[in-house]
């Protein structure tokens, strides 16, 4: 079989200036995890958002495990989260010995569904037994629906974070998901939309919240020249290096999420007659960066299950994956509770992430398309004469 280039999920597009900032690091000696570039980083960052305070760290998971710390998330408190997402959502509330309940998405946005969330905190109301906080995810590039989901959660006075890994540089009525929470945090790691090939950010309107999440990332030191600790922290600053890379990957953001959105343009417009294909919704509300191409495969319309389209794909050195596992399907968090459900698992049995960097080439997506067309016309093909006869 002829060997072809692998075409992964989604890369990282350095621009021309990385480097440039990397260089800066070294000749000034900044090879640390503090530095102008760090500072710089998150100045650029609130403007580039629009948030108030902005504290880089060195992963998205981070952000989320120190914005719950923020909170206050103690042993045995109950966190309301997102079920249709990847883990490190809800990897950090187990680290301070809380317990996720998981919240099944709508299917206008694959997001949280405002309406189950309002119904969940009445019933807790009532039991006298709300959570501690509630995060919610911004999935592939798309946000939740936030002023639903804010209006009730502020009703209870239950913080809000907001898990935007995946939703930089999508929109909600014109603003950045990540700032309408009490803290957003983003991820920079080697797959997200820009890349510090790992790294995070914590962000807040509340310049105290920001300031004691960088005294907790730097190991929590009290103001005094011999090492003194108060309280345990964690060592989770950015490094000034990759800072830099930051800054260079920020300013080129607005192309980025240009060439995702392109993809997926490319993507519906040769995919989206195939029967049985659907791809997943821009809701109304906002803007999505289209982060990963996301569809659902309709089994009998289209002739071939998702995982018969992906096989078929891996053959062909073509990276795909299913849309996330809901974690109330996870072993790990099999004890958890879970309200609602049935849309993410409908969700990750039919749904399939395709090849969606910026950096890909319209040859690598006329591969993409050829090859899940050819998987329909072959399937339909071999079943024609059973059906018939
Ligand atoms: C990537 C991601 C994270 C974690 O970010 P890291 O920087 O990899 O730690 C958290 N939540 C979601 C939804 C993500 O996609």
């Known amino acids: 079989m002829r060997m072809s280039k692998p075409i992964l999920l989604s890369t990282p597009h350095m621009g021309d200036r990385e480097l440039e900032f990397i260089k800066a690091a070294f000749d000034t000696n900044w090879i640390a995890p503090v530095g102008p570039h760090v500072d710089a980083f ?8 629009g948030a108030g305070y902005a504290a880089a760290v060195s992963s998205g998971t981070a952000a989320l495990h120190l914005a719950l710390r923020l909170i206050g998330v103690e042993p045995g408190d109950e966190v309301f989260c997102s079920t249709l997402t990847f883990v490190a959502t809800a990897n950090p509330i187990t680290y301070l010995g809380g317990i996720p309940t998981f919240i099944d998405s709508d299917r206008n946005s694959w997001n949280m569904n405002p309406e ?7 019933n807790r109301d009532r039991i006298g037994k709300l959570p501690k906080a509630v995060v919610v995810v911004h999935l592939y590039g798309q ?35 990540g700032t309408f929470g009490r ?27 920001v300031a004691r999440a960088r005294f907790l990332a730097t190991q929590a030191r009290d103001p005094a020249p011999h090492y003194q600790h108060s ?5 989770y600053r950015l490094s000034n290096v990759l800072a830099g890379i930051g800054r260079a990957q920020l300013s080129v953001l607005p192309d ?42 309709d089994p009998q319309a289209f002739g071939a299950d998702r995982e018969q389209v992906r096989t078929s794909l891996a053959e062909q050195q073509i990276e795909t994956r299913p849309v996330w596992k809901p974690l109330h399907l996870q072993p790990v968090f099999a004890d958890c509770e879970t309200i609602g459900g049935t849309v993410a ?7 399939l992430c395709l090849p969606s960097g910026s950096n890909l080439t319209t040859e690598d997506l006329a591969r993409v398309i050829d090859a899940i067309t050819a998987v329909h ?9 059973a059906f018939i006869s």
Request: aromatic fraction near 8%; hydrophobic fraction near 40%; charged fraction near 25%.
């Open 42 to 49: 998150e100045q650029e960052f609130c403007q580039a958002t």
């Open 256 to 297: 980025r999420v240009a060439a995702r959105r392109r993809n997926f343009e490319i993507y519906q417009a040769a995919l989206g007659k195939l029967p049985g294909i659907k791809f997943m919704p821009e809701a109304a509300f906002g803007r999505a960066t289209r982060w990963l191409t996301c569809l659902t495969i």
């Open 143 to 177: 946000s939740a629906d936030i002023d639903p989901i804010l209006k009730v959660c502020n009703q209870y006075d239950i913080p809000l974070i907001e898990d935007a890994a995946e939703g930089l540089g999508a929109t909600y009525k014109g603003r950045s998901p």
């Open 116 to 122: 189950l969330l309002r119904l969940a905190l009445e």
């Open 345 to 351: 698992e409908d969700l990750f049995a039919r749904g």
């Open 183 to 209: 803290i957003g945090i983003y991820s920079f790691n080697g797959n997200k939309i820009i890349t510090t090939s790992g790294g995070g950010m914590l962000v807040s309107d509340n310049p105290e919240l």
């Open 377 to 385: 016309h072959q399937l339909c093909k071999t079943r024609t004469p």
């Open 231 to 235: 309280e345990v922290g964690y060592n």
